[in-house]
């Protein structure tokens, strides 16, 4: 179906474990591709993203509300570094289209996290998967409403479409895109008030302080604090939230993030997902770049490193931290995008601190992504290592950002 045309314009680290943290060793790639190859594979996967999963109706993809931000900043990632692919793939036109359309459709959403602590979101959108079996399974009410100005009542959702739209605007220079970063932003601000001393919560019944949610919050602080320096309060914003999080507890001894906070406000030792690991790391690079302290891309690299270790497999491959992927229900379809968000904001990270170790990491990803974990039609799976599972939007857009930092990196 046709789209819309558009123009396109123009000292948390022990001392003991951190010298090994920041100079891990870990091979190189078993084979080299240049760049070229990495743009070749990610077209062809853009294409397959949006002829298998992308609804013009809604403006999203695989009918997933918060995990279509993440497909929304991929494409973005994509546009900002190889602009003349990105035109010939209109994908300018898709990010209009689903900046028009994913604000009006009709979607009704819950979350929840299981028995085993992975957080899971069902949606309907425009009455589609709305069976009275779909509500009958839902832990909480649904509120059927359009999302206008892509607000919700979760506010980890916020902060990915934020983020999503500043990489928009950073693709394409059209302030509507920065305009409603900024409207989202402010409403992510009414998520303070917890009893832990700061941060914000996680939804709007503001019951649960976690880490994601709060990881967001910071990188869209300091996102805004480098587009609009004129306004001190993003920056100052910023400061005190990464204050608060490296003291709330939720960064373990291991380096690694667990998922939040229990009713005392100590960490609740639920599982390190990767995503968890991940938005820090882009959080903390805006926040380098905004105040010029390197310490804090010390910090972030820690992390990094922490997690490339915890979950790697014996081949260096991103696995899930309960090793999910080739288990009944294969992640979920939350899950199933934690790993692109982790890999997309190392990127990030590399971009303003490069490690061998983090490019090697993003290669052999990459590479093992397109070898293993890819049918026929090329379709992308959750299984980084293999081997192939049927994808779905949020499994194809999540291995999607494992070639886009390819190319970044190559």
């Given at each position: 179906m046709a789209l819309p045309s558009w123009i396109w314009k123009h000292a948390l680290a022990y001392s003991a474990v951190l010298s090994s943290l920041l100079n891990p060793t870990h091979a190189a790639p078993s084979t080299s591709l240049s760049a070229t190859n990495y743009v070749a594979n990610s077209v062809t996967a853009i294409r397959q993203l949006n002829n298998a999963f992308y609804d013009v109706e809604t403006g999203l993809w695989g009918s997933a509300w918060w995990n279509s931000a993440n497909a929304f900043t991929t494409l973005a990632d994509f546009a900002q570094l190889r602009l003349n692919e990105a035109?010939?793939?209109?994908?300018g036109g898709f990010l209009r289209n689903t900046y028009t359309q994913a604000q009006i459709a009709s979607v009704s959403v819950a979350k929840f996290v299981n028995s085993a602590g992975l957080p899971q979101t069902l949606h309907c959108i425009n009455g589609r998967g709305c069976s009275a079996s779909f509500a009958a399974s839902l832990p909480t009410t649904l509120q059927r409403r359009g999302f206008a100005d892509f607000l919700d009542d979760f506010?980890?959702?916020?902060?990915?479409?934020?983020?999503?739209?500043?990489?928009?605007?950073?693709a394409t220079g059209d302030q509507d895109y920065l305009d409603s970063a900024i409207e989202i932003f402010n409403d992510m601000q009414t998520g303070q008030g917890t009893p832990c001393g700061g941060g914000i919560y996680w939804s709007?019944?503001?019951?649960?302080?976690n880490a994601i949610a709060n990881e967001l919050y910071l990188s869209v602080?300091?996102?805004?604090a480098n587009r609009v320096p004129s306004n001190g309060t993003y920056l100052k914003i910023a400061k005190a939230q990464w204050q608060w999080f490296?003291?709330?507890?939720?960064?373990n001894a291991n380096h690694l993030i667990n998922d939040g906070l229990d009713s005392n406000c100590k960490n609740n030792g639920l599982t390190t997902w990767s995503y968890n690991?991940?938005?820090?790391?882009?959080?903390?690079?805006?926040?380098?770049?905004?105040?010029?302290?390197?310490s804090l891309l010390t910090t972030a690299s820690a992390i990094a490193n922490a997690a490339i270790n915890a979950l790697s497999n014996s081949n260096g491959i991103l696995v899930e931290a309960d090793k999910c992927e080739l288990n009944p229900g294969n992640c979920g379809t939350d899950g199933q995008q934690f790993k692109g968000?982790?890999?997309?904001?190392?990127?990030?990270l590399n971009d303003m601190a490069p490690s061998a170790n983090f490019k090697n990491f993003i290669l052999r990803n990459a590479q093992s992504i397109w070898n293993n974990d890819r049918n026929s039609d090329n379709l992308l799976g959750v299984a980084w290592t293999g081997p192939y599972v049927a994808a779905t939007g949020s499994a194809h857009s999540s291995a999607l950002?494992?070639?886009?930092?390819?190319?970044?990196?190559s």
């Open positions: 035109n010939q793939l209109n994908l506010y980890d959702d916020e902060g990915w479409w934020a983020l999503a739209l500043i990489h928009a605007h950073d709007k019944d503001r019951t649960y302080v602080a300091a996102s805004l490296k003291q709330s507890g939720m960064i690991q991940g938005v820090i790391l882009g959080g903390l690079s805006e926040l380098a770049r905004a105040t010029g302290d390197g968000a982790f890999i997309r904001n190392l990127r990030y950002d494992a070639l886009v930092a390819a190319i970044a990196v």
